[in-house]
């Protein structure tokens, strides 16, 4: 079984998009800066960490992490993920056009956007942008859809309100 084989099954596998990168890929935190996304009204924020992948993809993450929250205690863990061609490219910045999946070989000037809700991954419907000014990731109303769908056999999808996420 090669390596893209077992990667597509620990995805299809609703294995978590970080759990994923920390196994695979290890974690460079960045100053303890702090990142904030709504998503359908609700407001998360958390740390941002980066981690740039062996084939150089450059990935962006802001972890929700507040436990004394109800929704933490609901559900455990939430992150938003945007994942460029590389870093270079996120550094440089501008108006990236959102993929409409998760691609562990992401092409450039394209982003991936990915995040969890407790049970399946969640990704871009390939129509939207993002822009990157002064290493800060801006996004207002993408939406998310889940993949695969869930258990009761739909997608459910989410609306991204707005995100601002430095890194750097």
């Known amino acids: 079984m ?21 196994l695979l890929f290890g974690f460079n935190n960045t100053n303890d800066q702090q ?8 407001t998360y924020s958390g740390k941002v960490s980066t981690q740039e992948f ?16 109800s929704d933490y205690k609901k559900w455990k863990y939430d992150l938003l993920q945007v994942t460029f061609h590389s870093k270079a490219e996120a550094l440089k910045g501008g108006v990236l056009k959102v993929s409409s999946t998760s691609s562990i070989n992401q092409e450039s000037g394209y982003v991936s956007i990915g995040g969890h809700d407790g049970f ?15 290493k800060t990731i801006k996004i207002s109303n993408v939406k998310l859809f889940q993949y695969p769908a869930t258990h009761l056999g739909t997608n459910k999808s989410y609306l991204i309100n707005s995100v601002t996420i430095p890194f750097e």
């Open 120 to 134: 399946t991954n969640l990704f871009g419907d390939g129509n939207s942008t993002i822009t990157v000014t002064n």
């Open 2 to 22: 090669t390596f893209v084989e077992i990667f597509l099954d620990l995805i299809a596998m609703k294995t978590s998009i970080l759990l994923l990168s920390i």
């Open 35 to 42: 990142g904030t996304y709504t998503i359908d009204g609700k």
């Open 54 to 69: 062996v084939n150089k993809n450059f990935s962006v993450l802001c972890e929700y992490s507040d436990e004394s929250s």
